[in-house]
């Protein structure tokens, strides 16, 4: 007996028979529901983008180099900016910097709640406090009182680094659970005080802990969350890390906000986030180039086809995703997958769209073939909405995008 004959699906010759039509593959992603607090102008939580934030390095007092540097985050699709308010001359300077700037401004206030109620007297968008570094509770609802007066939102920042000791001695050691246990009682304070404007982090410098105090907040609470691994340290290491620590939570729909922490200028960051986001298929503002990474069987010269897609579709913002493969091993299986997509081989290659082949141009031509295909499907997204469904009855995956 040929050794395949009894396998069902299989014939005796070792051919599989097409496989009938079975019902389309859903994508079990959800994302957490969360209720929307909206930054200035911008809406956080919900069903909104993930927003991207970062925050400055300058003294605040300093307004041209604090705002010089905003300018640059902006310029870098910075979409919420954060400054710090140690001393009274950082507060005063607010207003002049909320002037000069056209992103949101968040205010990150520790262990000083005068600051916190001195910042609220100016045009501020949002508040950033450790509830627990800033002398009790008493405290914190003052702050929270003038907020709710102002209409200003607050992130509650937990961080495993400096978690209140009633809430570590619990556990041991500040724990996710601990970290948890103190964002639920710090929203419970809020609560008590009729304030709802809330976003919450639960940041560690361990990635482990970062992931499972995300998951664990989302079972028990629907307020937006900042996510990020903080104290990542210096790129490109730190950008591995946050990758870690945050895809999961991403892929697991949790994450309303994001900050990239990385060590030195802060425009790094933003190109960063938003690849992780894209990766994670969370968010996508640009398009997305998948390449083989090349080996022996290669038939073209895919590193400079790749070098000119990139060249040429620099500051382009469709969410598409347009695979290159140098040969025929996975090229048309990868090409079928992807919106856009050359298979490769001996000179040639099969242009596909939406898994179906169109025509085979030359080497030399694949480039401009791409792009010409690539207008042609913003054109056609323009006209039929965002969100361009799968052809009836196709295998192909489409993973729920977040655009711009
Ligand atoms: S697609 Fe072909 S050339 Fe590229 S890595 Fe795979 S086998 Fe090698």
Known sequence: MHPTASVPGVVANGDTPAAPPGPLYQ?????????????GSVPIGGDHP?????MTTPDTHD?????????????????????????????????????QITIPLIVDIHFDYKMALMALDHPIDKIRINPGNIGGMDRFRQVLRKAKDKGIPMRIGVNAGSLEREFAMKYGYPCPPAMVDSALRYIEIAESEGYHDLIVSLKSSDVATVVEAYRLYAKQANYP???GVTEAGKPPYAVIKSACGLAPILLDGIGDT?????????????????DILQATQRRVRQPEIIACPTCGR?????????????????GRTTPIKVSVLGCVVNGPGEAKEADLGIAAGRGKGMIFKRGEMLRTVSEAEMVDALIEEIDRWEKEEMASGPALASPPGSSRRKLPLIGS
């Not at 994508?27 to 930054?39: D, K, L, M, N, W």
């Not at 038939?299 to 000119?308: F, K, R, S, V």
């Open 258 to 274: 994001i900050r990239i922490s990385l060590l030195g200028d802060p425009v790094p960051e933003i190109q960063a986030a938003f």
């Open 27 to 39: 994508s079990p992603f959800r994302r957490h529901r969360t209720r929307v607090v909206v930054v």
């Open 63 to 99: 307004v041209a180099a604090t705002v010089a540097q905003i300018r640059r985050l902006e310029e870098a699709g910075c979409e919420l900016v954060r400054v710090t308010v140690p001393k009274p001359e950082d507060a005063h300077a607010l207003t002049e910097i909320k002037k």
């Open 50 to 54: 993930i927003i991207v934030q970062s």
């Open 225 to 227: 969350t900042h996510i």
């Open 298 to 314: 290669l038939e073209i010269d895919l590193e400079g086809i790749i070098a000119q897609l990139e060249q040429r579709l620099q």
